[in-house]
């Protein structure tokens, strides 16, 4: 596709429960990255991939985060036994690294509502 | 560790004044950019500075870079009410896309 695109794009579901938010970087992109952003905060960072290199994993909040990003391209950020400090916008972005600046495109958003 | 810190975090101001937003960074890096985010929307590209003393302008909006004082300013000149939003600095260092943690701006009429 054109742009960065993440699905779903809003999830509602209990405490305790697995969720899965899917990244769909620009095609050709090496680098992808993943952020969580709180009602009325900035953005953290959580995961970063850069081709097949291992991720920086260094962002992850506890060890029921985690992501994999399988063939190079498409990104998958599982959150295990979701609590409701989890609830949040998870942003995905993109990035060609290595030929061009390095500028970030983002996608829409996973918006995470944990009851 | 990388850590980008701006300000102001909030930031009102009346139609046709000016003001400057600063973001410093911990460590060496010569790429920098700016972000601005609309509520309720993602975050959109606004500058790309990739050298020491880099300037870039788009309407009125310009952004600045020193690497040597690890500082950028993104400074509004003349603001409007179509500025309002959050904006975001983040400082790449080896690929490792950091962010600060936004500015809100509103103006007012």
């Known amino acids: 596709g054109a742009g960065v695109s993440q699905s779903p794009s809003n999830k509602v579901t209990e405490k305790g429960k697995d969720v899965e938010l899917r990244c769909d970087p620009i095609?050709?992109?090496?680098?992808l990255y993943w952020y969580r952003q709180s009602l009325g905060q900035g953005l953290e960072f959580l995961i970063y991939?850069?081709?097949?290199?291992?991720?920086?994993k260094s962002g992850l909040p506890s060890d029921r985060f985690s992501a994999e990003r399988t063939g190079g391209s498409v990104s998958t950020l599982t959150i295990q036994r979701t609590q409701q400090e989890d609830s949040a916008v998870y942003l995905c972005a993109s990035s060609l690294n290595g030929y061009r600046t390095g500028e970030l495109f983002f996608g829409e958003g996973s918006r995470l509502t944990v009851l | 560790e990388l850590k980008v810190e701006q300000n102001p975090l909030f930031l009102s101001m009346q139609e046709g004044k000016n003001y400057t937003i600063y973001c410093n960074y911990s460590t060496t890096s010569d790429r920098l950019y700016w972000y601005r985010q609309d509520p309720g929307k993602s975050l959109e590209s606004l500058f790309v500075l990739l050298s020491n003393g880099a300037v870039k302008q788009e309407g009125r909006l310009m952004a600045s870079l020193d690497t040597k004082a690890r500082l950028s300013t993104l400074h509004i000149t003349a603001a409007v009410h179509d500025l309002s939003a959050t904006y975001f600095c983040?400082?790449?260092?080896?690929?490792?896309?950091?962010f600060g943690a936004g500015t809100r701006l509103t103006v007012k009429p």
């Open positions: 991939f850069q081709g097949n290199s291992a991720p920086d």
């Open positions: 095609s050709g992109h090496t680098a």
């Open positions: 983040a400082v790449d260092k080896n690929n490792d896309m950091r």
